[in-house]
């Protein structure tokens, strides 16, 4: 039947006086017989099913047949105690399953401690976040090349960026060619079996140092801040593990225009790079921002308790420092010096994606905002889905590997910001509706009339004309 277990009350009376269940084989009910009587009465029906096996071993007198044919009443008359459609064994079987992997589920060490939280309703695509089409524009470059080029730099005619087996890359714009120009661990570190992010690194965020161009800053996820000699392909380490300061997670940075100052963000203090999934579904605020004075070698501790600080920006006011908190959907502006020394401002709120790398446009009015989980109104975000459902977030780590917890998270529709620099209004936006092109970006600058946009663990870097 379509229903395993629909019967009509007919059908139910037909089966009890046809097959009595709970009638012993002497005719006496079960709930009747002492404890004696129930063992002998189960026993004697166990060996009338066992007869039923030996039936084709040897030839029997018609006694024994008719003894066994009356054992095999008997027995039917127990046995349909167990009988089971074949629909009801599927349900018994999934209800069984079911069983197994909730209980594994709650059994399983708990990966995360995840953090309920509400965010503001999701901005509609009106006014500057009119839906539309330009990304789809977007044109991909060496693809299969690099993989993960998350920040870069321009050098005259060049491209630096960095990959996610641990290389700074050299490209030539013209020619689209990429180089390896320096690699921070062993030679033998690839993207095989042998390849160890934490003795390779990974370059994050990418600056050129304002007074001596030919540095470059790295914050590397799992070595820490690198300083790169680009003309003599040198680096050293300016902060590493081995620093009071320590290193879990950086990301970002950048620099006071007299060299003197480097903000660096570090996404969490609690997951390293390779578990960033983990700090995303827990939705804990743990990540921070860390001053370092160049001339002294002094790292501190400025901002705490941020939602995984990701891109950093110097504003062009000299005062303050702009950071995006990708779980707060929002970018805050720290002072440093100033009369507001030390205070913190909102800067842009609930913004309709989680804000990646931060960077001001070239003609220095614009802030380009990078980033995933667009949650404009009217799409499915899984941000908004899941801020109050602690046990999804639980269950999904618990059981959905990392690369399918990094495509769901990038979601299917690619988005960028224009904001104004001065007020953090978003005056402009570019769309993937469709996720054609661009389903995710961790970087985005204009540079000579094209804008160029990163990946975090994508193998192509994609640029497209203003």
Known sequence: KPNCFQASKSELRDRRAKKPSFITPGGSRLSDLDDDDLVETLRSTAGALASRGGRNKKASSPDDRQKKKGGKEDSGRVGVLFKLTVCQHFMLLFAMLAFGFVAMLLFMPNPIDPVAYQLPPQPPAVGPLAANDRLAAARKLLVGAVRGPESFVFVGEHLFTGTLDGRIVRV?????????????????????????????????????????????????????????????????SIIDRSNPIGVTFFDD??????????????????????????????????????????????????????????????????????????????????????????????????????????????????????????????????????????????????????????????????????????????????????GKQITHSSEVQDYNGRLFIGTYYGPYLATLDL
């Open 172 to 236: 030539h714009l013209a020619s689209e060619q990429p180089e390896l120009w320096v690699r921070f661990g062993p030679a033998n570190c690839s993207l095989q079996k042998s390849f160890s992010p934490i003795r390779c690194g990974r370059p994050l965020g990418l600056r050129r140092h304002p007074s001596n161009r030919s540095r470059l800053l790295v914050a590397d996820a799992y070595l820490g801040l690198i300083d790169v000699n680009l003309d003599k392909r040198q680096f050293q």
């Open 253 to 434: 940075l950048d620099i006071t225009p007299d060299g003197e100052l480097v903000f660096i963000s570090e996404a969490s203090t609690r997951y390293p790079l390779h578990q960033l999934m983990h700090q995303m579904l827990e939705g804990s605020s743990n990540g921070r921002l860390i001053m370092l004075n160049m001339t002294s070698g002094h790292a501190a501790t400025v901002l705490e308790g941020l939602s995984f600080p990701n891109g950093v920006q110097l504003h062009p006011d000299g005062q303050s420092v702009l950071v995006a908190e990708t779980s707060g959907f929002k970018i805050i502006r720290y002072y440093f010096a100033g009369p507001m020394a030390g205070q913190t401002r909102t800067f842009a709120d609930n913004l309709p994606l989680g804000p990646d790398n931060i960077r001001l446009s070239s003609d220095g009015k614009h802030l380009w905002v990078s980033g995933s989980l667009a949650r404009l109104a009217g799409l499915r975000s899984s941000a908004d889905l899941m801020g109050q459902r602690t046990w999804l977030r639980l269950a999904a780590a618990k059981i959905l590997p990392g690369p399918l917890l990094h495509n769901m998270a990038a979601g299917h529709y690619g988005l960028v910001l224009r904001l104004a620099i001065n007020d953090g209004r978003i005056v402009d936006s570019l769309h993937d509706t469709q």
